[in-house]
């Protein structure tokens, strides 16, 4: 389906960094014999070296740019988070620090700290691992402005250490991650791809017969054929995803694993309902499903399938200590406690923290949509469950 306008239109500046990347990519898809997998369009939409949505310097998050987060809608979620944050770093000892994967603006990891600092449990060291320069710098620039006293804490780096102790935190990092386009098709299997069309892009598919994603998409045939669907049926595969949990999971020696994101168990994933599959793509908080609008000017994203996440997670020597929705998860920690600290008689401070504190917990919002799981090592035996997961579990449904 193609977009519907009104959408804003792009500056000419925007349009010409969106030719160069559309070039790129059709010069791609020649060198490799006229067809692509969606996961390299993806990849290169999103992360091509100085072209890519996610590697170029447009603004992407807030007002101004295409989607806004939990940390951007108030500093009330990284002030919440730092409660679970505080449990992990005392179970793992002095020396425990902070990963953060894609920290977008910073303000996670700003509110964090600020947050923790009051508590008394600030990490040894705060890492973030960030592929964009540009917001490895508005990183910096935030940091410093309104935390400069904990800034020398913060650390960039270019690659995984190859041993950590403390917590890893990736919110909204995991659906951004390339995926494999699969279509069920009776007992035939095909992955998606993409070709040129003139100065078009074009959906094209292969049988898929072997390989990683054959046999993940083999292994999931039996669960779709059984949920009533019958035709065919397109949905994502993120291999990538299996990998960085696997990665994850040899390098904690010690601590959790915290991951925040839009998605659903197994199940409910690969409902009849979504035989189209989840990928969306957001253009200046527009909400569409044409991958190949305006290449490098708008986020490709798709569903998390925690329940792939949680077996990574396992097979990788990880345990799988807690999974539930955002709301949940925010309510353990204290988010409502958080917010009465501020009178509510006080309307001009309260009634935005409580409307900030509504998109975040309600079910209309991001509540349901948004789950938490945590993957720990080391840390389970002898100690209380996560604050964060003492109520409404959500782990059968994975």
Not at 55 to 78: N, R
Not at 128 to 148: G, N, P
Request: proline share 5%; charged share 20%; glycine share 10%.
């Amino acid at each position: 389906m193609q977009p519907q306008p009104p959408f804003p239109a792009p500056s000419e500046a925007a349009l010409e960094h969106s030719r160069a990347l559309t070039e790129l990519i059709h010069a791609e898809i020649s060198a490799a014999g006229g067809w692509i997998s969606f996961e390299y369009y993806m990849r290169l939409g999103l992360y091509a070296p100085g072209r890519g949505y996610y590697s170029g310097g447009a603004v992407k998050f807030g007002q101004e740019g295409d989607f806004v987060t939990a940390p951007e809608i108030s500093s009330l979620f990284g002030r919440t988070v730092a409660r679970q944050a505080r449990q992990i770093l005392e179970l793992t000892g002095d020396d425990s620090d902070i990963l953060e994967f894609g920290a977008g603006t910073g303000k996670l990891a700003l509110d964090l700290l600020i947050e923790l600092e009051k508590l008394g449990c600030l990490p040894q060291q705060y890492f973030i691992l960030e592929v964009s320069a540009e917001l490895q710098q508005r990183q910096r620039q935030l940091l410093e402005q309104f935390a400069s006293h904990l800034a020398s804490r913060v650390h960039w780096l270019k690659r995984l250490p190859e041993q950590f102790d403390g917590l890893i935190l990736a919110n909204e990092v995991l659906d951004a991650m390339p995926v494999h386009l699969v279509a069920w098709r009776g007992d035939a299997l095909y992955e998606r791809g993409v070709s040129s069309a003139g100065n078009e892009f074009v959906w094209s598919e292969r049988p898929l017969a072997e390989g990683v994603l054959f046999e993940a998409a083999r292994e999931l045939a039996d669960r779709i054929r059984s949920g009533g669907n019958e035709g065919e049926y397109v949905s994502e595969i993120c291999l990538e995803a299996r990998g960085f949990i696997a990665s994850l999971g040899k390098m904690l020696q010690r601590g959790a694993i915290l991951l925040i994101d839009y998605g659903f168990g197994r199940d409910e994933y690969y409902h009849p309902q979504r035989r189209q599959g989840t990928l969306m793509c957001h253009y200046r908080h527009n909400a569409h499903d044409n991958p190949f609008y305006l290449p490098g000017l708008q986020d490709i994203t798709n569903h998390v399938d925690f329940s792939a996440v949680a077996d990574s997670g396992t097979e990788a020597g990880l345990e799988l200590l807690g999974y539930t929705t955002q709301a949940h998860f925010l309510i353990n920690c204290g988010i409502t406690e958080i917010l009465a600290e501020t009178p509510a008689g006080n309307t001009r401070d309260y009634l935005p923290l409580a409307n900030q504190v509504q998109k975040l917990v309600s079910p209309a919002e991001m509540g349901e949509l948004f789950k938490v799981m945590i993957l720990g090592k080391g840390i389970r035996r002898n100690h209380p469950p996560p604050v964060g997961f003492t109520g409404g579990d959500k782990s059968r449904l994975l």
